[in-house]
């Protein structure tokens, strides 16, 4: 089968991990089927909307910040390495997601927005934290 567009589509839509393009302002332009089944919002919801719908209050002000300076650099500080961050779902409810994020730039160079793939790893997550938290809280016994 040739590259074709079709072809792009079928990729975005079949992958597991959810696929989010914003353009330079932060506005949701693709959203896969993945998005939906992680976040809550149908694409026809996160269509045209802020990222703001998926990033909980107290981090969008970081965001913004490394959104901004990564759109005006050209590059992002974390050159595609996933990172841990919190996500927003629909419903309100929070969950950890590992993020890699990338620009995507027009033929010219032009950075024309950003482009992230996320999954859930709130289970995970939790379970490290736990037994972290389990594993400081059985140090040494002292004689009594």
Request: charged share 30%.
């Amino acid at each position: 089968m040739s590259d074709t567009p079709q072809l792009a589509e079928w990729i975005i839509e079949g992958v597991s991990d959810a696929l989010i393009y914003a353009d330079r302002e932060g506005r949701i332009v693709r959203w896969n089927e993945a998005s939906s089944r992680l976040f809550g919002f149908t694409a026809a919801e996160a269509l045209g909307q802020s990222l703001d719908i998926i990033i909980p209050e107290h981090l969008r002000e970081a965001h913004w910040r490394g959104f901004d300076a990564a759109i005006a650099r050209g590059a992002t500080r974390l050159n595609g390495r996933p990172t841990l961050t919190r996500g927003l779902r629909k419903d309100g409810a929070r969950l950890y997601v590992e993020m890699t994020f990338a620009l995507v730039k027009d033929p010219s160079g032009a950075v024309m927005g950003s482009v992230a793939m996320a999954r859930d790893v709130t289970e995970r997550t939790e379970k490290e934290r736990a037994a972290r938290r389990a594993a400081e809280g059985a140090g040494p016994r002292q004689a009594g």
